[in-house]
């Protein structure tokens, strides 16, 4: 699961609890410029994520850490109805694949907050 604070045109997506040993990360920043567009769409939550470099795979339970699949991409999955997808332009990930606890609020946040 992750929190995503927003102060002064910058997102904290801070990973929490065991999520940040299970993914080996604790929060990313990212710039609302940086923000190309956020979104749900459960089809791309795909068995093959990519290859885990580093990470925790258990598959149809948990995805969290790095994954390589037409780029570098952030996963912390672990309820795919609560997950939403960030794609993002001139940062280290080109996708953050997140669980978060109120998915349409965030969307609409994330949406918004670049316009």
Known sequence: ???????DGTFSFEIKRW?????????IRVTREQIIKAYQNKEELTFWKGFRMPGTEIPSYIAAG?????GRNF???M????TIIIELNNHYYKR???EVENPEEMLQLLNTSYK
């Not at 790095?66 to 037409?70: G, N």
């Open 1 to 7: 699961m992750v929190s995503v604070p927003y102060e």
């Open 19 to 27: 999520h940040k040993i299970w993914a080996l990360e604790s929060k």
């Open 66 to 70: 790095t994954f390589y699949k037409k």
């Open 75 to 77: 996963w912390d999955v």
């Open 79 to 82: 309820n795919k109805n609560n």
């Open 96 to 98: 953050l694949i997140i």
